[in-house]
């Protein structure tokens, strides 16, 4: 078999085999393919497209690249998590505990944050001790022990999508749609979980824009989730607006305390609930009506957040820092950001307000630069709210004063203003199963 047949018959607009699938897979991973001729069939997918069959051939092919993590000891209650990213998306360190503490197994693999878009680790690592890095055995043993152990993405798995997304970053063909869900979906298989839950954001903090887009992408893996055997479920869930209050590390880990606590009820806590029943009800095969009255329980009970406590413990975080906020990095400065007039806040646009916050040391511009844990942005506002001229609708936050006058020229962009209250858009537009 010949990798110039292989591009030639996807560029003509035919179905490839499952040998034709493997033959690139392995030949490309192991460095027998060169790049040019993985470009090449990449572009001939973005225009061609791949039929599912297609897809679920590659997406297995993918994770079977490397290592596949075992949770058959789990059985049923494996289950998994996944968002396609966002701004103040904190929804993994409130998920997580809660569904736990019902009952299921969650083993999560996250990855760190990138421009404007945060990460789960970068998140953990804000708690002072958080060990984001255990072996397999570790990792497997405190998920069966406790319900819950989440690390940094390690080890060989899916080497495959690792090289592959590299060439397609650099060479504009991410956004196809059965090579953006097989990168995602091979991930999720590998990672072993028998039940995922998949958060698809949409608007102008994500990376599909609009939520017709986004149902797209969401049906896709879905479909190929139960095609390679898994039970799979979507929330297509709205990132116009930063979701929730805090942007930032540790910020972020306080805010997520103080949903567990019962002490935030608002879009964070909406979409959480929406995740965590959905979770529970693949875990449990219980109606998600039932789930969703379990999930509202274990936060108002507190065992959810007493479940975050030993989570943390067990991965060598300091638990007493969930309890007195003062153990947390905390920023030098604290700079108000006011408004320019009277009226009403008519939008908040998420990727600008992540640019701040990236700006203000949250985020990274590259991989290889560091984070300031404390850095972030506290919204004392949210579109639809009234506001006076001068009144503060966020506090930056940062270590270097230095950061601010660009900080505040991207709020000045991503907030906007008006005279009339805006009209509600849904938090959560559909749910696919």
């Known amino acids: 078999m010949r990798m ?13 085999s499952d040998e034709q699938i493997r033959f690139f897979v392995d030949g490309y991973t192991k460095g027998g393919i060169p790049d040019y001729q ?9 225009f061609r497209g791949m039929d599912a069959e297609e897809t679920v051939t590659l997406t297995k092919c993918m994770a079977e690249s490397g290592d596949m993590l075992d949770l058959s000891r789990f059985g049923d209650l494996s289950v998994d998590k996944h968002s396609t990213g966002g701004v103040g998306d904190k929804t993994t360190l409130i998920v997580a505990p809660v569904v736990a503490a019902l009952g299921g197994k969650v083993t999560k693999m996250s990855g760190r944050g990138l421009g404007h878009t ?15 890095t255990l072996s397999e055995e570790e990792f497997l043993c405190q998920a069966e022990r406790i319900g819950v152990a989440v690390i940094g993405q390690s080890g060989n798995l899916t080497p495959a999508d690792k090289k592959l997304y590299a060439l397609r970053d650099v060479t504009a063909t991410v956004d196809s749609i059965p090579l953006i869900t097989s990168s995602i979906m091979s991930k999720k298989l590998a990672a072993g979980s028998h039940n995922i839950v998949l958060d698809v954001k949409y608007g102008s903090g994500a990376f599909m824009k609009t939520p017709q887009d986004a149902e797209i992408l969401a049906k896709n893996m879905v479909d190929i989730g139960k095609g390679c055997g898994r039970s799979v479920a979507a929330v297509l869930s709205s990132m116009e607006t930063p979701l929730g209050s805090n942007i930032g590390n540790a910020l972020e880990i306080k805010e997520a305390v103080n949903v567990l606590k019962g002490k935030q009820r608002d879009d964070l806590y ?11 009800s693949l875990v449990r095969h219980i109606d998600v ?6 999930v509202k329980g274990a936060i108002d009970d507190g065992s959810a957040f007493e479940k975050m406590k030993e989570w943390v413990a067990a991965q060598g975080g300091d638990a007493e820092s969930l309890e007195d906020f003062e153990l947390l990095p905390s920023a030098s400065v604290i700079y108000p950001f006011a408004s320019p007039r009277d009226g009403f806040i008519t939008g908040i646009d998420a990727q600008r307000v992540g640019d701040a916050a990236m700006i203000l040391g949250a985020g990274r511009a590259s991989k290889e630069d560091s984070i300031d844990p404390s850095a972030g942005i506290v919204l004392l506002k949210k579109p639809g709210d009234t506001v006076r001229e001068g009144e503060v609708v966020a506090r930056l936050h940062t270590c270097d004063v230095r950061r601010i006058p660009s900080a505040l020229a991207a709020m000045n962009e991503a907030v906007r203003y008006g005279d009339e209250k805006p009209a509600e858009t849904p938090l959560i537009y559909k749910i696919i199963t």
């Not at 993985?38 to 973005?46: H, V």
């Not at 945060?118 to 984001?132: M, N, Q």
């Not at 909406?270 to 529970?280: D, G, K, P, Q």
């Open 4 to 16: 110039y047949d292989v591009i030639l018959h996807k560029r003509n607009g035919g179905k490839l």
């Open 38 to 46: 993985a470009s090449a069939l990449c572009m001939a997918i973005y």
């Open 118 to 132: 945060g990460g789960t680790v970068d998140k953990l690592e804000a708690i002072p001790g958080y060990r984001t």
């Open 270 to 280: 909406e979409v959480c609930v929406t995740l965590a029943s959905r979770m529970i």
């Open 289 to 294: 009506t039932e789930a969703e009255t379990l």
